[in-house]
């Protein structure tokens, strides 16, 4: 490991004096679960990498301020972890794209996705994008919504198992996740 890179704990420490420069080392390490010496051992450290500069207000009293350097590492790591959000997204969408392609070529042209949420949208927009013209969805988010008794239903939510499952339900979450 470089020197100079950061690990998680220190990451952590490098945002929570990023929120709130009032910090003690007593706040950090109870927000963030670390002994009191695990602290202070890692704001000594960020502060010799540069990434924290430690101002002394009084003899008890010790102020912690994001670098330059800090800020550019917490930016760093924010956008690395939007750019694996955004990479997950698209094989969700990849993969319910499949799931549903499987049930087409089934002859299945008429899906419901039931369910509200971010789970829907993402399905919804995953269907939308297949661009196939016969294929045709429909959202519902009760029971008494759904009276297609052709359509394939998505469940996009926790369903109410005490229902009869007729072999039209599947579970996308526990389908694309192998579950």
């Not at 670098?67 to 993969?95: C, D, N, Q, W």
């Not at 519902?140 to 008794?149: F, V």
Request: with cysteine; glycine share 6%; hydrophobic share 35%.
């Amino acid at each position: 490991m470089n020197p100079f890179e950061i690990n998680e704990r220190e990451l952590r420490v490098i945002e929570e004096v990023g929120r709130d420069k009032n910090l003690t080392q007593r706040k950090i390490s109870h927000r963030l679960g670390l002994s009191l010496g695990a602290t202070n051992l890692i704001l000594k450290k960020l502060a010799s990498k540069g990434y924290i500069k430690m101002r002394q207000l009084n003899r008890r009293k010790i102020q912690y301020i994001l670098t330059p350097k800090g800020f550019a590492e917490k930016v760093k790591k924010s956008y690395r972890y939007f750019l694996k959000t955004i990479h997950s997204l698209k094989t969700m969408k990849r993969k319910i794209q499949d799931l549903v392609l499987t049930e087409y070529q089934k002859g299945k042209t008429h899906f419901i996705i039931f369910g509200d949420g971010e789970l829907a949208d993402i399905i919804e927009l995953s269907l939308r994008n297949l661009n196939i013209k016969d294929l045709e969805y429909t959202r519902a988010s009760t029971l008494e919504e759904i009276c297609d008794q052709d359509a394939t239903i998505l469940l996009a939510q926790a369903k109410d198992n005490s229902k009869d499952n007729d072999g039209r339900w599947i579970d996308v979450l526990a389908s694309i996740s192998g579950g």
